[in-house]
């Protein structure tokens, strides 16, 4: 079968296009006929080998040489103690740590995996997983409310996209921030506001929010704390070592006896999430938005494009039609 391989850590110049053999589903897992599969920011991190914890993959090159773990099928084999999934299920979600997505098959385990509506395309649903339900658990976690203030930084992207569409869906008053060439994007999502963070620092601009979700975190908890209304909450999602450690260390004792909290979402990946993430797109609140599909052979430009920070919403790799 066809594989985007890497065997170094680096640039997306080191992936590669080859033939490996097709996997064997083990104990508990399916084998996927991989329709497709979208990329994301930690996929990223993994061709990087950055930041630190990717490493625990492999300390010096990739034990898992295939990346992709949003992925969307149809089950071709089952291993044994398969209970809930049966060959010819059309499936998707979201197989982080696993891998494998970026080529023609894979093996998985049927938990992380669910039913395909009919409604609901392959390239869409390869586009949901991750990138929908950490902006979900993120804005439930707070309970967010009709008429809070929600800022979302990095809102353009393809977990701000959805970020911004379920704010919406709960009444929220929108802020959504990322570069110059994505506020009418933004605005087309449904954002109330928009801020071009290269004119504008949304840490020092005089507002206060309910709720502030980071997506690209940059600032230190000290930064992000006058930002935040009384009663407001703080919620990393993603960024660099030095500022996830700020925010974990710091930013617990900038919440001790304070009514402002600050910290980081910890993503807990489940299919109870996707199946509601699938019945907000039956009523059209929260859509996946493809940037661009490109096929397994143009691998290494979709990660570049990626890499750019020009993406409006998801990429995704069509893998079999």
Known sequence: MKAIVYQQYGSPDQLKIVDVPKPTPKDGEVLLKIYATSLNASDVEFLHGKPVYTRFMGLFKPRKQILGSDVAGIIEAV????????????VFGDIFMHFGGLAEYCCAPETLLMVKPENISFIQAAAMPQAAIVPLQGLQKHQTKPKQKVLINGAGGG????????????GAIVTAVDSIDKQE????????????????????????????????ASRSAAEIKPALSPNGNYVLVGGDVPTILSILIKGFFASLNSDKKIGMLMHNYNVEDLAHMCALFDTGEALPIIDQVYPLKDATKAFKKLISGHVKGKLVIQIST
């Open 79 to 90: 291993g044994s103690n398969v209970k809930n999934l049966k060959i010819g299920d059309a």
């Open 159 to 170: 977990a701000g996209s959805f970020a911004v569409q379920l704010a919406k869906s709960y």
């Open 185 to 216: 994007f933004m605005c087309s999502l449904g954002a109330d506001f928009t801020i071009n963070y290269k004119q504008q620092d949304f840490a020092r601009n005089g507002q206060h929010y309910d709720l502030i979700l980071d997506l690209v």
